[in-house]
């Protein structure tokens, strides 16, 4: 039986960069569980990152001949996680079948490497407009932070702070604005709704605008928003929190835009980094660090807290509720 059976398992989680992997295996962590990437003819690989044998990081190893080499007694891993070679026995002697590491799908998208450690029950997300020529992409992250992936994500869709944290940037702090009840659209695992928010430019900081946010969350981590400017300038956001550890986070954002083509894309990164900067010590001071899923454990406003209180409501009830503790082996 695999050990691999909470619902958080069976989705797909960003755990590094394709630039991040390069000639030497990349070590990774994801609920836990200690991963090894490498690739093997051009493709990802993922394996658990102990030695079968002496448990030993293989991540500390090297790459050869599409294998990865563990360093301790240079037994080599295939892609498949078998393992093809024990350099201390005679070749005659066969490999015990035990020997074979714990493999996990991973495939690469948008830039990214995304594991799934049990069996993925949902696709990846889609954003045609990363295939588009009209758009420039670039990507901000890995951001750890020290809080559960879920606060991280409700951060993301939660209006009301907005001129309270990011004032001049994301909101005006001289016009709060009363936050009417959203109109939320819920389907199974997804859940959808818009508000608008004067926004500072981008790229001139003088100017505000009025835009429309929309924002729609697949559970567990993963937040589609779109920044529409009233030109029909668009900035679209593909956010993703990594459950790291119970308590422990990583945000990755693909972002895509369809104006100031020719630009290098540092200021933007450079204004993203400075909205989370802002969030970061406010979203890792929450206590619990874990996102309280039962009704009465926090107060909630209908109305401000709408979409917040969907989305625990749905976590609750898609039993994604924290995942178990792996205690490591000592
Ligand atoms: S611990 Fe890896 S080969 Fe011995
Ligand atoms: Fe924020």
Not at 73 to 81: I, L, M, R, V
Not at 224 to 247: A, C, K, M, Q, W
Not at 265 to 283: A, G, H, M, V, Y
């Amino acid at each position: 039986m695999s050990r691999f059976e909470h619902p958080l398992h069976n989705h797909w989680h960003v755990v590094a960069l394709s630039a991040q992997l390069g000639e030497k295996p990349h070590a990774t962590t994801l609920m836990d569980e200690e991963i090894v990437l490498w690739r093997a003819d051009g493709k990802v690989v993922a394996l658990s990152d102990r030695c079968t044998h002496r448990g030993t990081r293989l991540s500390l190893g090297w790459v050869e001949n599409q294998n990865l080499v563990c360093p301790y007694h240079g037994w080599q891993f295939a892609s498949t996680g078998e393992v093809v070679r024990i350099p201390s026995l005679p070749p005659e002697r066969p490999v015990p079948a035990k020997a074979c590491a714990q493999r996990y799908h991973c495939v690469e998208r948008y830039g990214l490497v995304f594991v799934c450690l049990g069996e993925p029950t949902r696709p990846l997300y889609e954003v045609p407009e990363f295939e588009d020529g009209g758009f420039r992409m670039h990507l901000v992250g890995p951001t750890p932070w020290q809080t559960s992936a879920a606060r991280s994500l409700e951060n993301f869709m939660d209006e009301t702070h907005l001129p309270w944290v990011h004032p001049d940037m994301l909101g005006n702090p001289d016009a709060i604005p009363v936050v009417e009840t959203r109109e939320v659209e819920e389907k199974p695992g997804e859940f959808y709704f818009e508000c608008q928010s004067e926004v500072s430019d981008r790229i001139d900081r003088t100017k505000k605008t009025m835009n429309r946010l929309t924002y729609h969350i697949v559970l567990p981590f993963t937040l589609y928003h779109e920044n529409i400017y009233p030109n029909g300038d668009r900035v679209i956001d593909l956010f993703f929190t990594t459950p790291v550890s119970r308590t422990r986070t990583v945000r990755y954002m693909v972002v895509a835009r369809n104006f100031a083509l020719e630009q290098p894309s540092e200021r933007l990164i450079t204004f993203t980094e400075k909205i989370w900067e802002q969030d970061r010590p406010l979203i890792e001071s929450q206590r619990p660090a874990e996102l309280p899923l039962k009704w009465d454990d926090e107060m909630h406003l209908r109305g401000p807290d709408g979409p917040s209180i969907v989305y625990r409501r749905m976590l609750a009830q898609a039993g994604m509720s924290q995942f178990p503790v792996v205690q490591a082996l000592v």
